[in-house]
Nanobody
Framework: QVQLVESGGGLVQAGESLRLSCVASGSSRVIDVLGWYRQAPGKQRQTVARITEGGVTYYEDSENERFAISRDNAKNTVYLQMNNLKPEDSAVYFC??????????WGQGIQVTVSS
């Protein structure tokens, strides 16, 4: 069982930056994919960015210039650097992990609120 704990969210003004972190624990197995999703009120959860163990990244088209995902495999941690935040980025951000066995895990989510 893998536990994911997010941190770094909060309330910021438009144009500011935040760095989200997510630490994975509870298993010595390799985590194949780590990622970030977000869900705004009344909307479906959507992918923000994903990164493989080898460092290959994927972004939703609209996020690849403002957001940067990275991971530290030694620390079992994934980061999401978010720059030039916009009010429409406000959402609950969820950390995601997929094992090589295709098991999937989710964090509890962390609120990001961007005021205009």
């Amino acid at each position: 069982q893998v536990q994911l704990v997010e941190s770094g969210g909060g309330l910021v003004q438009a144009g500011e930056s935040l760095r989200l972190s997510c630490v994975a624990s509870g298993s010595s197995r390799v985590i194949d994919v780590l990622g970030w999703y977000r869900q705004a009120p009344g909307k479906q959860r959507q992918t923000v960015a994903r990164i493989t163990e080898g460092g290959v990244t994927y972004y939703e088209d609209s996020e690849n210039e403002r957001f940067a995902i990275s991971r530290d495999n030694a620390k079992n941690t994934v980061y999401l650097q978010m720059n030039n935040l916009k009010p429409e980025d406000s959402a609950v951000y969820f950390c995601y992990a997929q094992m090589r066995s295709t098991e999937e895990y989710w964090g509890q989510g962390i609120q990001v609120t961007v005021s205009s």
